[in-house]
């Protein structure tokens, strides 16, 4: 599907979808707490589809009724032989991972090719070290073994989908074990809204210090609530402002641990002057960044080495659609420069290249421009109202 924009100035009230980070954090430790818990609020994009499908493939039962879920985990980790649908979901890949590892028998794990190019070294390494089974093919993993409670070392400049997914695994597992993340440690909030999530169900999770996360043994218990608004897409909403749009974005909670809560920040020393900016604790906002920057003043971006492993290089995706427009950016090791730019439409169709973040990124520019993408359908991985608010708020695009 192919999205065309006229230029336009957005204008309006919106409120910011539910958070897909913490929507699986909440899910699986539902399951976990063994109790029945209802979750309100709960916005079914491709990932969280992802996620609730693997929870039902290993024996928890899943009740959809509007934007409520409820999760009966009586079931949860009974299932024989199962196999897990990941579909695209990094998260969902790399958090269920370990708890397949605490089953004691074979689970398959399926995905998208692009999905299973993305690293799992991590996990690959501990199979190897604990003689577990560990087969990775173009469109799936297999893995065998019983994980035990314990220590663990991981290294803390990789995702850390890798150490959320250990939490949850000690967690389900019941006593006490120790994370040891090896510096540098990037991505530390995530790590939080993990464990804060957990927290609601009773978990004792804890950094005992800088780089160790204890998991205690405790009594988990049911929570029901409602997810909280996610900044990392309501940031493409507002980044419309730095164009001249009037856009007032609600159901954000003001205290919230996400990371990618620094946009505002960052969008003000975009907007003011020519910034430096690290990027290795909210990656996902790289593409926004890069397109305000693009627009406004320039910037210089640190910690982009982790964008290459997201839906697409997002570095690469980036650059190569902003030449397109006749702009580009600038490489460097870790580092990606966006100069200032004079982006025109001319008249070539941009690729969303299958990235639900590059998709919106570009729209935020052709809004501006105007222009076409080619790939729109890319947003219902983790917003599928996506285009649906922005034309409410005024953008003309056509979906055909």
Known sequence: MTATFKPCILQGTAD????????????????????????????????????????QALGARITVQGNEVTVDPAGFMQAEKPVLECRESGSTLRFFIPLALCLG?????????????????????ICRENGFAFEKKADSVTVCGKLKSGGYRVRGDISSQFITGLIFSMVYLGKEAVIEIIPPFESRSYIDLTISALRSFGADVRFSDEYKIEVKTAKLHAYSGRIEGDYSNA????????????????????????????YREYFRQIAEGVPTLDISDCPDLGPVLFAAAAMKNGAVFTGTDRLKAKES??????????????????????????????????????????????????????CQTGGCIAGEEAVRKSYPGFFDEIKRLGAEVKIK
């Open 16 to 55: 910011a979808p539910p958070s897909k980070s913490m929507a699986h954090r909440y899910l699986i430790g539902a399951a976990l707490s063994g109790e029945k818990c209802v979750l309100s609020g709960v916005d079914y994009s491709e990932d969280i589809l992802a996620s609730m499908d693997c929870l």
């Open 105 to 125: 028998q074979s689970v398959v794990l399926q995905g998208s090719r692009r999905l299973l190019e993305r690293p799992l070294d991590v996990y690959e390494q």
């Open 235 to 262: 940031a493409f909403l507002e980044a419309f402002n730095l164009l001249g749009a009037k856009v007032a974005v609600g159901n954000l909670n003001p205290d919230s641990l996400q990371g990618d809560r620094v």
């Open 313 to 366: 290089d997002r570095g690469a995706a980036m650059h190569e659609e902003l030449q397109k427009l006749g702009g580009g950016l600038v490489f460097g090791e870790n580092m990606i420069t966006v100069p200032k730019q004079n982006l025109q439409d001319r008249g070539e169709v941009l690729d969303g290249h299958n990235d639900h973040r590059i998709v919106m990124a570009l729209s935020v520019i052709l």
